[in-house]
């Protein structure tokens, strides 16, 4: 019989208060790195990265090459999703994400049926993961959550303001409800298939959960992730999920009780002393240094992590960035910060 391996970031996820908090850092394996750098070279384009599970499992290993972290998150993107369901995505050089606008006719013609297939590479990098890490480390998967998705399969890229998607879910509730069952249902056999494939633990990516009304957060964001939640762990019972639901802020509370994640991840500008005094203490929480901060680096981003960490000691927390880690970020700050987070 093998010994049970203890993984600090998986027992946090299920509610275990460790002596000092586990870590991992969002777009971990990035532009920031020489060796991502090199490795996407190699691959010709983005998705191709995705696609190729040799390379995907490298660039994923690459972070806890140079840090001592808590886990390995694939890597992938949201949006292989729309991809999968017959929306080609393409990514152009300073332009990022790039799709062809759904219409409701659009949304009629996505195919369901071969998306798995489709993502086959991605599951395959998740099964070289799981043979490949290291045993005390945390594997996480992910997908994006539907409404953050959507704002780009309608909207055909980023934007400040979620205008297109946001517009569209008001003038057209029949079409856009029906994009919401093919994202929620699609993103459940996703996220079932990587937790049977090897991953310990899955994160909804909801990006853009800002900009939206009270009624629109709950139509749009909570009920999506808690369909996505239930249905999932009636797929793979009790399946740990956190929800990263950036620009929450006033719904965290709600969002937790309605969705059943058991972490929620808090982005850099929602107050620490809001998320003590508004989630309970048993409440596992992940996040949020200001990705700028670590960009900056000394009293900038030292005195925040202090903060942080000080804010979250009596509760399971899981130290992460509030959003990404951003290219411009000096590996040596990332160092430091890694040796303040282990020396707490």
């Known amino acids: ?15 275990q208060r460790q002596d000092r908090p586990p870590m991992w850092i969002m777009r971990q394996a990035g532009r920031y790195l020489p060796e991502y750098r090199q490795t996407r070279a190699r691959a010709g384009g983005f998705l191709e990265l995705c696609y190729t599970p040799e390379l995907a499992v490298e660039v994923t290993l690459q972070p806890l090459r140079r840090f001592d ?27 990022g994400p790039l799709l062809d606008p759904l219409d409701e006719k659009g949304i009629e013609a996505l195919d369901r049926s071969r998306a798995l297939e489709h993502l086959a590479p991605v599951l395959e990098t998740v099964r070289r993961l799981r043979a490949t890490l290291a045993p005390d480390k ?47 249902e699609t993103s459940i056999d996703y996220l079932a298939a990587q937790l049977d494939a090897g991953a310990d633990v899955v994160q909804l990516f909801e990006s853009w959960a800002l900009n939206l009304d009270d009624a629109a957060f709950a139509r749009q964001v909570m009920e999506p992730n808690r369909r996505i939640v239930e249905g999932l762990r009636a797929r793979v019972p009790d399946a740990p999920v956190i929800g990263f639901p950036r620009g929450g802020a006033g719904n965290l509370a709600r969002y937790v009780a309605h969705t059943g994640v058991n972490v929620v991840g808090i982005d850099y500008a929602t107050p620490l002393d809001f998320v003590r005094n508004t989630l309970p203490p048993s409440q596992p929480v992940q996040g949020n240094l200001d990705p700028l901060r670590l960009v900056m680096g000394g009293d900038a981003m030292e005195s925040q992590v202090e903060a942080i960490l000080t804010a979250f000691r009596d509760r399971p927390h899981i130290f992460n960035l509030g959003h990404g880690i951003v290219p411009e970020t000096p590996i040596a700050h990332v160092e430091r910060l890694v040796e303040l987070v282990k020396s707490a």
Not at 139 to 145: K, P, V
């Open 69 to 95: 972290l808590d886990a390995a998150i694939l890597f992938s993107d949201i949006l292989v999703i729309p991809d999968a369901l017959g929306q080609p995505v393409r990514f152009e050089p300073g332009e």
């Open 138 to 184: 945390t594997l996480i998967g992910f997908c994006g959550a539907p409404w953050t998705v959507a704002t780009y399969m309608l909207g055909g890229r980023g934007s400040p303001d979620q205008w297109a998607a946001r517009r569209f879910a008001l003038e057209h509730g029949k079409a856009f409800d029906r994009l919401m069952d093919i994202l929620v």
């Open 1 to 15: 019989m093998n010994p049970v391996v203890h993984k600090p970031l998986l027992a946090t996820v299920l509610g």
